[in-house]
Each structure stands twice: as structure tokens, then as C-alpha cells.
């Protein structure tokens, strides 16, 4: 991080003299450098196993609302319905006769902020990673949760569907209640 900041200074040093040179590989550093922020999104991609066709889905998914107008808002939306489907699908194929309060029940569970959603998402280091404004605490579970939940919405867009999104919560959160550790 600090080390390609100090290589960009010194290509801007080197490209002082030749002025007509600087807009040009000012865009290039911009998008070749490996910013914070890219590396972040590469190991968050390692980490759930799934690598984005539209790595822009994934930079919206972990931006909140008070950041930028383009954020995640509606995605967490569809990223928390990805994830009750998911179990509901599982809780179903497990047991055809599961009762529909056992049912909510696990939903409920899965869907609550502080125990579930937030700790998932801490499990990844989302803190570290979304983006907010600077007056907002990227650690307070709801902004967390938003940012977990919107990458399965985006994993189910960039995939055309919502199975792989769904299985990719699955493993992560048994992973996660198992106490599997990740290779981060
Ligand atoms: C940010 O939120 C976390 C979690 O709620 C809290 O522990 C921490 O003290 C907060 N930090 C600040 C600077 O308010």
C-alpha cells in the first residue's frame, strides 16, 4: 500500500519534466496501481471462492449509501433474499416436514444483524473494506451487514443467477459456525 503510493510519486517525479506525458501515465498508474481498495476486492474474491465477471458489481456491493449514490442498498436487498432462499431450499431438502415455525425460526436467526449478518461479515474484514463516508463507523453492524448481504445480490447478478451466490453463503457461514479458518 504505502510502497505503491511511493512507487506512484516516483513515476510522477520521473514524468515531471515531460508534461505532455503526465495526463497519459497518470491514467495508467490509476487503473495498473494496486490501490488499497483493488487489493482488498481481489482477497475478498479469494476468500468466497468466486471471481467476479463484473468486478464493479462487486466495489458497488461494498459501498455504502453514505459514501456515493451508487451503492448497495438495493443489492443487500436482493443479497438477503438470496440468502433465505438458500436456506429455506436447504432447510426443506433436509426435512420435507420441517414446520413453518422452525422455519422462520432459522430464519430469523440467519437474518439477524449483530449475531449473524454483521459477525459474517466481520469474518470477512468487511470493516476494513467498505467504503463510507467519514463521518460513518464502518464497524457498526449495520453497515457490516449491508455490505455481506450485497455481495451475494451481486454475485447473483454477475452469475445471471442465484445458485452459486446462495451456495457461496452456505459454505461461508458453516465455515464460519464450524470454525473453519479462512485463508485470508
Ligand atoms: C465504531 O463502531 C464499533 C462497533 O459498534 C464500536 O465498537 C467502535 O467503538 C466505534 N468507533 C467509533 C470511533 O465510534
Not at 415455525?101 to 473494506?129: P, T, Y
Not at 457490516?144 to 446462495?166: E, L, N, W, Y
Amino acid at each position: 500500500m504505502a510502497s505503491s503510493r511511493a512507487f506512484t510519486i516516483f513515476v510522477l517525479l520521473l514524468i515531471a519534466p515531460f508534461p505532455q506525458f503526465q495526463g497519459q501515465a497518470t491514467t495508467i498508474l490509476h487503473f495498473k496501481s494496486f490501490s488499497p481498495f483493488s487489493t482488498a476486492l481481489e482477497t475478498l474474491q479469494k476468500q468466497l471462492g468466486y471471481s467476479f465477471k463484473n468486478i464493479g458489481l462487486l466495489r458497488r456491493a461494498v459501498t455504502h449509501a453514505s459514501f456515493s449514490e451508487e451503492n448497495n442498498k438495493a443489492l443487500s436487498i436482493l443479497g438477503a433474499n438470496v440468502i433465505e432462499a438458500s436456506v429455506s431450499f436447504r432447510s426443506l431438502s433436509k426435512d420435507i416436514d420441517v414446520s413453518s415455525k422452525e422455519l422462520n425460526h432459522q430464519l430469523s436467526q440467519i437474518s439477524n444483524v449483530e449475531s449473524s449478518c454483521a459477525v459474517d461479515g466481520m469474518r470477512l474484514a468487511l470493516h476494513k473494506v467498505v467504503r463510507v463516508s467519514p463521518k460513518t463507523n464502518s464497524s457498526v453492524p449495520a453497515v457490516v451487514c449491508s455490505a455481506f448481504r450485497a455481495i451475494f445480490g451481486a454475485v447473483a447478478i454477475d452469475d445471471g443467477k442465484s445458485d452459486a451466490a446462495g451456495d457461496i453463503f452456505w459454505t461461508f457461514h458453516r465455515g464460519r459456525e464450524l470454525g473453519n479458518v479462512l485463508p485470508l
